[in-house]
Nanobody, 124 residues
């Protein structure tokens, strides 16, 4: 099993920044791709960004491109999401996810493991 614990959410004004972190434990050697999804009230969970294990290949959704950056530290088993120029529409619960085996992590059905989520609220 893989356990994922997110941290770093909170309340921020529009234009501000937050950094989310996800710590993985357990059978982390099996997690080839890790990523972030988000779910706003009344909406489906959507892809935000993912990153491969080695070599690191990162991809972010068009809706956050140029504002969000994903990174990972394999030695620490962590993956971070740096969020800049935040907008009210970025308000959501952000979930860390991991996929065992090979393949990208762009759809919710691709994820094998999920964190409990962390709330991000952007005020206008």
């Amino acid at each position: 099993q893989v356990q994922l614990i997110e941290s770093g959410g909170g309340l921020v004004q529009a234009g501000g920044s937050l950094r989310l972190s996800c710590a993985a434990s357990g059978r982390t050697f099996s997690t080839h791709y890790m990523g972030w999804f988000r779910q706003a009230p009344g909406k489906e969970r959507e892809f935000v960004a993912d990153i491969s294990w080695n070599p690191s290949s990162a991809y972010v959704a068009d809706s956050v491109k140029g504002r969000f950056t994903i990174s990972r530290d394999n030695a620490k088993n962590t993956v971070d999401l740096q969020m800049n120029s935040l907008k009210p529409e970025d308000t959501a619960v952000y979930y860390c996810a991991a996929r065992t085996g090979w393949g990208a992590l762009r759809r919710t059905i691709d994820a094998d493991w999920w964190g409990q989520g962390t709330q991000v609220t952007v005020s206008s």
